[in-house]
């Protein structure tokens, strides 16, 4: 199945400036949303993202917007419902709170009453599934399982970045291995684990086969960037285009990923190509 791409990059080139809530333009400018959902859609995606990543209670405090979590999470999945129809699945994005439960930050208690608030509003817009993602710590995402998994009937898809490290091994910054997060992942009650941001397809397929290693026959994600970017001129620049991003695409699959899309520097153009080509390559047996 083919996911959607980066939606960072499409509020910004439509004019969200550097310290904007991105999550507040689900209210104030909708018509964006729908936008770049559709054109996600059109260039042959499955499934789409909702615009709430950061729209948990923790996150939007730093905007002066956290009496908002459940209308803002709510039009969230309700624009991407309007715009999926039946046809297309709604995944709403969940992303860490940026707080650590080691250091003290956070209960566990409050963890999980700021993840099930964000849950329940995004099931009543509509969605079809979570997408907890660009996690780091098993305690965190655990916890987050486990209120969507309480308080909801969506489906929990979980998804961590990893980084390549000196010994040539990969870890979070927390240190969790790809191995260790299916295990913890599962255990708690993912239905779909997985990995995005921080690296091209290429490095992603290294990653899917320790995954998959892990847990072989649980549905793998991947929400690759576009390459590892570069700074040109204070901005963030993505090496890989289209054509190349779905060529490579093709390794995630073989090292065992059911679900393709993207990450930073991803655009509807990108999607096609990855459609195109997994597409036209014949399931085996």
């Given at each position: ?12 080139q ?6 904007e ?77 940026g ?5 003290g930050?956070?209960?566990?208690e409050?963890l ?23 996690f ?12 969507v ?6 489906e ?22 790809p ?6 992942l ?38 690759a ?6 700074s ?13 991003m ?6 995630v ?33």
């Open positions: 199945m083919i996911s959607d791409g980066a939606w960072g990059t499409q509020l910004q439509r004019g969200l400036k550097p310290g809530c991105p999550e507040l333009w689900c209210l104030e400018r909708p018509d964006v949303i729908r936008q770049i959902a559709q054109s996600y859609l059109d260039a042959g995606a499955d499934m789409i993202q909702t615009n709430s990543f950061g729209a948990n209670r923790f996150k939007l405090k730093h905007y002066g917007l956290h009496d908002q979590v459940a209308e803002i999470n709510e039009a969230a999945a309700s624009i991407a419902r309007a715009v999926a129809g039946p046809e297309h699945y709604v995944i709403a994005s969940m992303g860490p709170t707080q650590i439960l080691l250091m930050d956070v209960t566990e409050e999980y009453a700021v993840f099930k608030e964000q849950a329940v509003a995004l099931e009543r817009g509509g969605a079809d599934a979570c997408c907890l993602e660009t780091a710590a098993t305690d965190e995402a655990t916890l987050a399982i486990r209120a998994r309480e308080n909801t009937a969506l929990i898809i979980c998804t961590f970045t990893f980084e390549k490290t000196m010994r040539g091994e990969y870890r979070t910054m927390m240190g969790v291995s191995s260790e997060m299916a295990t913890a599962l255990a708690a009650g993912a239905d779909i684990i997985g990995t995005n941001c921080g690296n091209g397809m290429l490095a992603m397929a290294e990653i899917v086969k320790e995954i998959r290693e892990a847990a072989p026959s649980t549905p793998i994600l991947v929400h960037n576009a390459g590892k970017p570069t040109v001129g204070g901005r963030d620049v993505f090496p890989e285009g289209p054509e190349e779905a060529r490579n695409a093709l390794k699959v073989d090292a065992g990923a059911n679900i393709v899309g993207g990450c930073c520097g991803t655009t509807p153009a990108h999607i096609k190509a990855i459609a195109l080509v997994l597409r036209s390559v014949k399931p085996q047996g």
